[in-house]
T-cell receptor
Framework: NAGVMQNPRHLVRRRGQEARLRCSPM?????VYWYRQLPEEGLKFMVY????????ESGMPKERFSAEFPKEGPSILRIQQVVRGDSAAYFC?????????????FGQGTRLTVV | KQEVTQIPAALSVPEGENLVLNCSFTDSAIYNLQWFRQDPGKGLTSLLLIQSSQREQTSGRLNASLDKSSGRSTLYIAASQPGDSATYLCAVTSSNTGKLIFGQGTTLQVKP
């Protein structure tokens, strides 16, 4: 059973371009969480999705950021018109049930560098 | 608002020592607490998960305790090894959606 798969592992974008980060949850998991780790800061929750639904996006910046988890395929975190401050490691986690008692499993992350 | 604090921020010990990492949280109404390990430039590896009804969990040389009423957890590492060098993160789930609130981490260095 493969773990949580994120790609690409490293992504370089110029200011103003779009960044698309992908996350394939563990087999049998239908709940996906995205977290961001800024340099010298801790991990911060961004968004929680179930298949075809955004459940909690309280941690998402109001502009330029969006996320989806379609019925088929990976979850996508999209950042439009990237700026230098978006440079960070973006981690995806999945769980079999989106309840408070369920263990989360993390991917290796995507390290975004904006130049 | 739930806040998680980890002390110390960094720790350096000689190989073989037993050590304790501390985690505190402000709101005792949690569902569970997880300890993770993060190596430089890598992802998070789950070490131990303690449900709110549990007092401790053990895995090999690791033992994590939870005192929910006082808002504290400790991660005990026995007979530390250089391979234990990493950043250790504590995270709690306060909402019923499974959203994790992380501490800033403790960076551990075990010297041979």
């Amino acid at each position: 059973n493969a773990g949580v798969m994120q790609n690409p592992r490293h992504l370089v974008r110029r200011r103003g371009q779009e960044a698309r980060l992908r996350c394939s949850p563990m087999k049998g998991h239908s709940h996906v969480y995205w977290y961001r780790q800024l340099p010298e800061e801790g991990l911060k929750f961004m968004v929680y999705l179930q298949k075809e639904n955004i459940i909690d996006e309280s941690g998402m910046p109001k502009e330029r950021f969006s996320a989806e988890f379609p019925k088929e395929g990976p979850s996508i975190l999209r950042i439009q018109q990237v700026v230098r401050g978006d440079s960070a490691a973006y981690f995806c986690a999945s769980s079999p049930a989106g309840t408070g008692a369920t263990e989360a499993f993390f991917g290796q992350g995507t390290r975004l560098t904006v130049v | 608002k739930q806040e998680v604090t980890q002390i110390p921020a960094a720790l350096s010990v000689p190989e073989g020592e037993n050590l304790v990492l501390n985690c505190s949280f402000t709101d005792s109404a949690i569902y569970n607490l997880q300890w993770f390990r993060q190596d430089p430039g890598k992802g998070l590896t789950s070490l131990l998960l303690i449900q709110s009804s549990q007092r401790e969990q053990t895995s090999g040389r690791l033992n994590a305790s939870l005192d929910k009423s006082s808002g504290r957890s400790t991660l005990y590492i026995a007979a530390s090894q250089p391979g234990d060098s990493a950043t250790y993160l504590c995270a709690v789930t306060s909402s019923n959606t499974g959203k994790l609130i992380f501490g800033q981490g403790t960076t551990l260095q075990v010297k041979p």
